[in-house]
Every structure is written in C-alpha cells, then in structure tokens.
C-alpha cells in the first residue's frame, strides 16, 4: 500500500510538530523518519496511523484519502517501544488478540488463529515460547513478540515508534538486521522511527531527515550522506568539524569568484573526522595542532586535537593501524604537535531565491 502525506499541519498548543508536511512513500518501501526529539517524526506516525488527527491536510492510502477513517478500519499494524503487550496472556494469547477481537463476522474460526499464529510466531522464530508469559522474556524476544502481533492482523501498512529503542546496543543491533531480512521477505510498506542514524542507515530503503516539523531532506542512506541538502543533515549523521572561513583553517574561503569578503569571512567548511590525515610537517593548506587525548574503540581509534591557533578543538578518527604507526614511530604522542589536512570538504553556497546547496570542494585548491 503507497502513502502520501499531504500539506500536513498540525499544532500542539503555539508548537508547530508538522509544518506544511508533504511525503510519498510507494508501496513495498521502508522508510525511516530521522530526527532529534522533537523533530515531529512520531506525530507523523501517529497522523498516518490514526491516533493523531491533523489541523489541516490530508493522508492518503493508495490515493484514497484516510484523513479521517478510523484506526481500526485503516489496516495498521503498529508497534510500540515499550512492546505494550498484555501480561496477564501468554506469548500465543497476545499474538493472537488482534484476530480474536475482529467482528464476528469477519473473525477466523480457531483452528485459522491457531495456524496463523504458529506461522508468526516460527517466522519471528519464537514458536518455542508460545506458552511463556512477557515477563519471562528478554527485551528483544518481546520486542520479536509485538512485530508478530502487528503482523497477525495482516496490515498494509507497518508502523514502528522507536522499535528497539529501549534495547542494549548488541540486541538492537541484532533486532535491526533481523527487521531488515523480515521486510525482504514480506515487502509491507514500513515507516518506522529513530533517532539513531546508524540504524536508519542501516534499515532503511529510504530516510527522511526531519527537524524542528520539516522535512529538510529525503533519499536513500548514500544520498542524505553523501550529498546532504542542508548543514543541518549533516551534522545529524555523523560527527564533523566545523571550521569557520574567517580561522584561515584547512580549506578556508580566502577569496571566491561572486563572492564578497564579508560572505568568504563568515563561510563555514565542514569535515568529517574520518577525512582528515594527520601529517608530521606542514603542508600546504594543513594546520597545526598538539593531541590532546586518544581512545581506541574497536578498530578505530579517536583522536582530540588542539588547535595552536586557540581557535578550539578538531576530532580525527584514525585506523587502529593508522594511529599505531604514528604513535609508535613517535609522531603522535600526548602533546606533541602534528599538522591536519582535509582530504574532503564540503560546504554549502548561498543560492538565488534563497537556501544554499551543497558544495563539495578539492582541498588542495582552498587555499
């Protein structure tokens, strides 16, 4: 089932949550909906679900508006962060719930629930648990619980809010991988929520930047990386350093055609700690610093440096290999000072009509 949100608005209080909101999802797609708390995803999710009625706009499932059809009636599934699952039932009991509470009308008879919920409940491979109680399981297996439960009522639409939200850092990143495989198999046109860019990269077909109730930008995981359309979306995924063309930093604005001073002065160049190289002497367009701290994490190692200028601090991620080399060699040492030169900047130009576009520029010809 496709979704279109259209010209959504919606207002709590004097706090606008979705500002003239306009968003097409085909059918089959997973789309995360990326942003810090208070963006306005959730209430997104909500409009779409049903459980939030929008001031103005309008929601459409397959063309057809669903503005206004009720929760119940627009074949939903929705899954909570806290599960949300009934502790008095069993595990099959509450996968069960969704199909047992339909009209009688349109109720399976009992050996269909059986049968559908043994089928769910081997798909999210947790058939073995079906007379347990939610109490008795871990927080992903309960997690794999709700998503069976959502499945059971057999939705067009799959909606997450913070799935694995309330995990440890080794079972979400299990349950994101397992999500991932399950929506290749069973291709429901999924929107879920994070604010977690490593998991939105990770699951994601396609992401969608929220911040402040606007969209700033849509597009696979490589194209809101690669080629964000505002400082903001880059900034959100992924750590960068900002340097400012007044600091004469690596890759500053000096002059630029069509450009005044005053705008070469105040532009700002981003780089990304794993882009910079460290070097021993300096070089054209390199800065120096003195290494303040190291911390090895895994097969990275993070470096915090200090700019000599006092113009603040510049973050470098190096290999664990990469930093061996120069520590061991006695070039990098608590202190000491290196040189930084950015193998990749990037920036944004004002544009006509107002806004800025991304620009990415080659180091070596900046300064």
């Known amino acids: 089932m496709s979704i279109e949100v259209k010209n959504l608005v919606k207002r709590f ?13 085909p059918s089959g797609e997973l789309v995360a909906l990326l942003g810090p708390s208070g963006s306005g995803k959730t209430s997104l999710l909500r409009i779409i679900a049903g459980l939030e009625t929008p001031d103005s706009g309008s929601v459409l499932f397959n063309g057809e508006d669903a503005t206004n059809v009720a929760v119940r009636d627009r074949q939903v599934g929705f899954v909570f962060q ?37 089928e769910l409940l081997k798909l999210v491979q947790l058939d073995w648990i079906a007379d347990r109680y939610p109490h008795q399981l871990s927080g992903g297996q309960r997690q794999r619980i709700a998503l069976a439960r959502a499945l059971a009522v057999e939705p067009k639409v799959l909606l997450l809010d913070e799935p694995f939200g309330a995990l440890d850092a080794k079972v979400r990143k299990e349950l994101r991988r397992w999500l991932r495989r399950l929506h290749d198999e069973m291709h429901i046109t999924s929107v879920f929520v994070t604010h977690d860019q490593e998991e939105a990269m990770e699951v994601a077909d396609r992401i969608v930047v929220m911040n402040q109730g606007r969209i700033e930008q849509e597009g696979t995981p490589d194209q809101v ?19 400012h063309g007044r600091d004469h930093a690596p890759g500053a604005v000096v002059s630029s055609p069509g450009v005044s001073a005053e705008a070469a002065a105040d532009a700002v160049s981003y780089v990304r700690p794993h882009e910079i190289q460290v070097l021993a002497h300096a070089d054209e367009g390199s800065l120096p610093v003195s290494l303040v701290h190291a911390l090895t994490v895994g097969p990275n190692t993070r470096l915090e440096f200090k700019r000599q200028d006092g113009q603040g601090e510049v973050d470098v991620e190096l290999t664990r290999a990469e930093y061996a080399a120069l520590r061991d060699s006695g070039i990098l040492q608590t202190g000491s000072v290196v040189h930084l030169k950015p193998r990749r900047i990037r920036r944004f130009r004002a544009v ?16």
């Open 13 to 25: 209080g004097s706090v606008t949550v979705c500002d003239n909101l306009n968003l097409n999802i």
């Open 82 to 118: 806290h599960y949300a699952l009934f502790g008095h039932m069993t595990i099959f009991e509450n996968v069960a719930f969704g199909l047992r509470v339909r009209p009688k009308d349109s109720r399976p008879s009992e050996s269909a629930i059986k049968a559908k919920v043994t």
């Open 352 to 367: 006509s009509g107002g806004g800025a576009e991304f620009v990415e520029t080659d180091p070596a010809s900046m300064i």
């Open 225 to 243: 990386y690669d080629h964000p359309a505002t400082p903001f979306v880059l900034q959100f995924l992924g750590d960068v350093n900002l340097f």
